[in-house]
């Protein structure tokens, strides 16, 4: 497994992540079979682990730190803050307010005393950022957090949060994690030279564009559109759909590179995503533990420029063959 340091933080951490959205009602309830995951991707070197509040209502922070009792020292732990908790209002959010009750609830399921970084799950334009960045770097004094930074923001919120920070001389956001894959490439664009200008360490979501380079779903080939990821955005599955031709046709094209290569699709896709000098950490998210031992399978894979080429001919740079879900970045191309 590869290291790298987190930003400016002087935190180590493996190029590959070990994402936890998968973890709970959502995707596993097996608490066991989570546990094991975990412990099979820290015994092969990973030492990064992302979670969040709202995956599966905190019970992915409770799978988490039931399976990290006892080797709490050796990860660094990382979740997030922002999407509503509950009914009612102000369980949400950036502000003060809920951030300061929100991060309580963490350690609490996580069974912690402190998470390494804490991130802003997405932008809230109800709460000024000094409001957000004021209480954060309160928590990071109050040793609740080592260190704080942001998610899914677009360059220009991320320009603006440092700006307040130096003018109010408050903590900064220390890292971002924003989707990217060979299929979504827009953050290139802005997103990434924003964060290398500002140190920032980059931990990258969504590297198999939503399970679209997974491999499983091929041109010409019938598509279960009530099963699985295609359940949850039938429209982006479709293969009826005129929109949806060119994600097809780059898979294929991107099947036949991967063959060339000698690795899995999944793998080139892992890969291509740690080849970008701003990213730091690539976020695979396993629900099984054969999809974790299929992409740690890869975890030594390096492209050279002849394959970086292809892709790009494939994908151009800082285009999109379609929208994350929930992400701020460039209109897609079809």
Same mark, same amino acid.
């Given at each position: ?7 400016? @933080?002087?935190?180590?951490?493996s190029?590959?992540?070990? +994402? ?12 066991? *079979?989570?546990a ?5 991707a ?29 080797r ?5 732990l ?26 309580? %609830? ?18 809230d ?17 109050? +040793? ?29 956001f220390?890292t971002e ?9 827009g ?5 990434? =030279? ?19 380079l997974s ?23 479709? =293969?009826?759909?005129p +929109? ?32 970008h000098?701003?990213? @730091?950490? @690539? ?6 533990? %054969?999809?974790? *031992? ?17 892709? %790009?001919?494939?994908? =151009? ?18």
């Amino acid at each position: 497994m590869r290291y790298r340091v987190l930003g400016g @933080t002087g935190i180590e951490v493996s190029v590959h992540c070990l +994402g936890t959205m998968m973890f709970g009602a959502v995707g596993n309830p097996d608490h066991d *079979d989570c546990a094991r995951i975990v412990h099979a991707a820290l015994d092969r070197g990973v030492n990064f682990v992302d979670t969040a509040d709202m995956y599966s209502a905190g019970e992915s922070e409770e799978i988490v730190g039931k399976a990290l009792r006892g080797r709490r020292d050796d990860v660094v732990l990382a979740t997030k803050v922002h999407f509503p908790m509950g009914e009612g209002p102000n369980r949400g959010g950036n502000s003060r307010r809920w951030i300061v009750r929100a991060v309580e %609830d963490s350690l609490r399921r996580l069974g912690t005393d402190w998470i390494d970084l804490y991130q802003v799950h997405r932008p809230d334009h109800t709460t000024d950022v000094e409001e957000t960045l004021g209480a954060l770097t309160d928590l990071v004094r109050a +040793g609740k957090i080592r260190a704080f930074g942001c998610s899914t923001f677009p360059a220009e919120e991320i320009v603006e949060a440092h700006h307040v920070a130096e003018r109010r001389a408050l903590g900064r956001f220390r890292t971002e994690q924003p989707p990217y894959s060979i299929l979504a490439r827009g953050v290139e664009t802005s997103v990434l =030279p924003v964060c290398r200008r500002y140190r920032m360490g980059v931990l990258v979501w969504s590297p198999l564009a939503s399970g679209f380079l997974s491999g499983r779903y091929r041109q010409g080939r019938p598509v279960d559109l009530g099963a699985g990821r295609p359940a949850l955005t039938p429209a982006r599955f479709d =293969p009826a759909l005129p +929109g949806n031709a060119a994600k097809y046709a780059a898979v294929e094209e991107l099947v036949a590179l991967a063959d060339e290569v000698g690795c899995t699709l999944p793998q080139l896709a892992v890969a291509f995503t740690a080849v970008h000098p701003a990213v @730091t950490s @690539t976020i695979i998210g396993p629900r099984t533990m %054969d999809q974790l *031992d299929a992409l740690l399978a890869g975890a030594e894979l390096t492209l050279d420029d002849a394959v970086l080429d292809r892709i %790009d001919e494939i994908v =151009p740079p800082g285009t999109n063959l379609y929208q994350p879900d929930g992400a701020w970045s460039p209109p897609t191309l079809t």
